[in-house]
């Protein structure tokens, strides 16, 4: 089998997929060791892997069933597993929590997470291998992780102080994944 035939689960298109995976994973393994930079150049990485996989496998004809759910949980673990990730560590790291806003922010980053996965489930079961709808409805994802490092960078810049204002960032991020906004397709 070659890195061109469709059926090949470990073709181009899967291949980019699983280095999206591999960064991601990383990125969380670095998030541990409080290596915030590294870890997010890891998901900027993943970023353009997301985007490389899709428009490899519609170029070349490898757009299959295995290949977008493999492309899901690739975006669940890169996208909102690690950025939420990401963010609960830093603002443990940069400010001073109390332990009420710390409980409340893992409640957050929980409903986040869920909120993300829901989200992906629910793109799964509306599209079909190989179509790009125009718009998507709700937030993609990587956009998602996009918001989130934002208030990323709020938080390790001092903008943000507030474990409180955070979880509210974070919960209208996780309301937006699910919402009826149109955001155009790339």
């Not at 930079?37 to 890891?42: D, E, W």
């Not at 295995?66 to 830093?90: E, N, T």
């Amino acid at each position: 089998m070659t890195l061109f035939e469709k059926d090949n689960r470990f073709n181009l298109a899967n291949l980019i997929t699983f280095g999206n995976i591999a960064c991601g994973v990383a990125a969380m393994y670095l998030i541990q060791q409080n290596n915030f930079f590294l870890a997010i150049i890891l998901a900027w990485i993943a970023g353009a892997l997301d985007i490389a996989d899709g428009k490899v496998a519609r170029k070349y004809g490898l757009s299959t069933e295995f290949g977008i759910q493999v492309d899901s949980f690739a975006d669940f673990l890169s996208f909102v597993v690690m950025p939420a990730f990401l963010l609960f560590y830093a603002t443990r790291h940069y400010v001073s929590l109390s332990g009420a806003e710390e409980l409340l922010l893992g409640i957050v980053f929980i409903w986040y997470i869920i909120s993300g996965l829901r989200r992906l489930v629910e793109f799964n079961l509306k599209v079909d291998a190989g179509e790009v709808a125009k718009y998507f409805e709700g937030v993609p994802t990587p956009l998602g992780a996009i918001l989130l490092w934002l208030v990323y960078l709020a938080v390790a810049y001092g903008i943000l102080t507030s474990g409180y204002l955070v979880a509210l960032l974070v919960v209208a991020v996780a309301w937006s994944l699910n919402s009826k906004l149109h955001i155009p397709h790339p």
